[in-house]
């Protein structure tokens, strides 16, 4: 983590070479197998992360190309499909981070981005989600966005906050917001009473998303949402 070693694991081995003749020599290079547990049991480890981001990586250490003097097993493809990484040589498949286990909340570059405000009584709480899921949707949404835009996301929070407290409703909010086509779908619409077969020019906003994903293949940043706002991104002059 980081670019430091935090765990190193031992997988596979041989078996212990057996009396019987019919065993042979094939007995020492064959892998060792387990009926109940496979090769890559208990690859697990835990550690202390401090809050923030962090660089995981997950690597099979370097080793000499040369082939080893035993007899050399075939080879046991994981994947139906050829491919660099179906050579039968080990080869990470997946890796699983999971928690925070008993740890205390603290502030995170995420965190203050979602949580643009903090509510000091709890008469403040609704405004103060208003206001979180109003600056998420209009990112997610691409534009501008209005009371209807976010009383989904509201009625997620108020029956979070009741169980869980703010924060959590704030959680349940935002899940709701991130399963919204609005969000998950880049929505061009065709504007109102248009012949077939007619060009036009896209709004600002979705100009706006088309320049975003096209340059940085996200969303569009406060910038190019603010020109759309005001229409001016259409502008040749500003596209300049």
Known sequence: MDGERVQLFAIGGKKAKKAEADEGAEAAAEPSKNSELPEDAGLTVRIPVKAGPRAVGVAFLQRS???????????????AVLSDFANGQPHVGTVAITGPFAASVRETPSRQGVFVCRPAAAAQELGCAKKIFRTLARRAYR???????????LRFFE?????????????????RLLVSPEFL??????PAKIAPNTAYRVSDFELAARLSFFLWSSIPDDELLDLAARGRLSDPAVLV
């Open 159 to 175: 029956a979070r906050r009741k169980a869980a407290g703010f924060d959590a409703g704030i959680e349940a909010g935002l899940e």
């Open 185 to 190: 779908v880049r929505i061009e619409r065709d």
């Open 65 to 79: 190309a040369a082939q080893n003097e035993g007899l050399r097993p075939p080879y046991l493809r994981s994947f």
């Open 143 to 153: 534009r501008s966005v209005t009371d209807a835009d976010i009383e989904p996301s």
